[in-house]
């Protein structure tokens, strides 16, 4: 009886644009929905045997019919939200949960901002907390996503005044601004400094500029033009003096998720154009002089601003001394032409033992990207040394000296 004219008794003209008619039988549609029970047989029921319907597409009403008449539905990430959205407005919550399902097994760092804007929208708590979750253990890629821009401003506060996020106050300060040439965007404005504090408002006051270094400050916030020269100065004098009353509008602790973060650069300088064909390894090995739990690694981006194509695909490998991969990232990433470095996180942090060789292996398929120059084969971040060394089966010429891999993100 599914989609079927036989003894149907009432039609449906569904779509926004194209209209479908589709068959359905009152009585089946009214025992599985009491708003379809208040339709056709209620004080008020329809009269007429076609209802429109135009706030949904066919595909997703079909789902909607394929699960009254089969209990069970085929969702997919075309039309998962046009069924759960007509779960909700005609009350059949077994398939709104089957729908919530679908979307928190498939939460990833790319969609989890878009997820959490259907969360709210829906009334979903469950899968609202799972996309926080994902937000706070892969704060960096999440930032990186082009969802991040298109968030409302009430996101970005909520985002921005949680303590549990795994970033870098200096990579957060990245991520606002292009959010704020996004949101100028939007509202055809041109990206100035000037509009941009404008957009942000109050969500300025929640980065924690006083946790930056004074090297990241420098570099890049006290130079956007976004602060003012009073809170900029203010900021330098912090630096200096450590007096909580030279920059009582900005908080002066770290994040208690992010403060933890390092990672190690080893490399002073980069050159340009890097081939990055997807056909052999870049590699290195390292060893460290104590436990660490390895995050992920940072991989150079595109050399050439003006190149089009920005999408690299990347596999990246931990192994042990045994050559056994320890965790993988697979993936894409959308190289930003205002960042050098881009962060690629694996999907489990991995504890990496003192004294013993490891190997970083990475595939890299996309434009070319910057390289690594005057390589240091010896560094100590945070008290820690890395020792560096060639690995022989860095196929595409990534050794001590240049190439790419320039950082390993890490945790003490």
């Known amino acids: ?23 359905a039988h009152k009585y089946v549609m009214a025992i599985s929905s009491p708003v379809f029970y208040a339709m056709f047989y209620g004080k008020m029921a329809e009269r007429e045997n076609e209802i429109k319907i135009g706030d949904c597409e066919a595909n997703s009403f079909l789902e909607l019919l394929r699960y009254i008449y089969y209990d069970e539905a085929k969702i997919d990430p075309l039309n998962v939200f046009g069924v759960l959205y007509l779960a909700k407005k005609y009350i059949l919550p077994f398939l709104a949960e089957k729908c919530v399902y679908f979307l928190e097994e498939n939460i990833d760092h790319q969609n989890a901002f878009t997820l959490l804007a259907q969360a709210r929208y829906f009334c979903e708590p469950k899968l609202e907390e799972k996309c926080w979750e994902i937000i706070d253990r892969e704060t960096s890629r999440v930032l990186s996503s082009e969802a991040f821009t298109e968030i409302d401003h009430e996101t970005l506060l909520a985002v921005l005044t949680r303590d549990t996020l795994t970033v870098l106050e200096a990579e957060l300060f990245k991520a606002i601004k292009r959010w704020a040439e996004a949101e100028c965007n939007r509202r055809i404005l041109p990206p100035t400094p000037e509009n941009k504090r404008s957009v942000l408002s109050s969500a300025l006051n929640f980065i924690r500029f006083p946790v930056m270094t004074l090297k990241e400050f420098s570099e890049d916030a006290a130079q956007s033009g976004i602060l003012t020269s009073e809170e900029t100065i203010n900021i330098f004098l912090y630096f200096g003096s ?20 390092y990672r190690c650069t080893r490399f002073p300088s980069y050159g340009q154009d890097w081939m990055c064909e997807g056909t052999n390894v870049d590699s290195i090995k390292f060893t460290v002089d104590r436990d660490i739990t390895v995050l992920g690694v940072g991989l150079y981006g595109i050399s050439n601003k003006e190149d089009t194509t920005r999408s690299f695909s990347v596999d990246v490998e931990l ?16 190289a930003d032409v205002n960042k050098r470095v881009h962060d690629i996180l694996f999907d489990e942090p991995v504890i990496v033992r003192g004294h013993r060789p490891y190997i970083i ?12 120059t005057d390589g240091m084969r010896d560094v100590i971040t945070e008290g820690i040394r890395f020792r560096f060394d060639v690995d022989e089966a860095s196929f595409n010429g990534t ?4 190439g790419q891999i320039p950082d390993i993100v890490f945790k003490i």
């Open 399 to 402: 050794t001590t000296a240049d």
């Open 361 to 372: 292996r990475v595939l890299l398929k996309g434009p070319s990207t910057l390289g690594g």
């Open 319 to 334: 192994l042990d001394s045994h050559n056994d991969v320890m965790c993988t990232y697979e993936g894409t990433f959308f």
């Open 242 to 261: 450590k007096d909580d009353s030279k920059v009582n509008s900005f908080l002066t602790h770290p994040r208690p998720g992010a403060h933890r973060v």
């Open 1 to 23: 009886m599914f989609n079927n004219e036989l003894m149907s008794d009432v039609h449906f003209l569904v779509g926004r644009s194209e209209k479908l008619r589709i068959p």
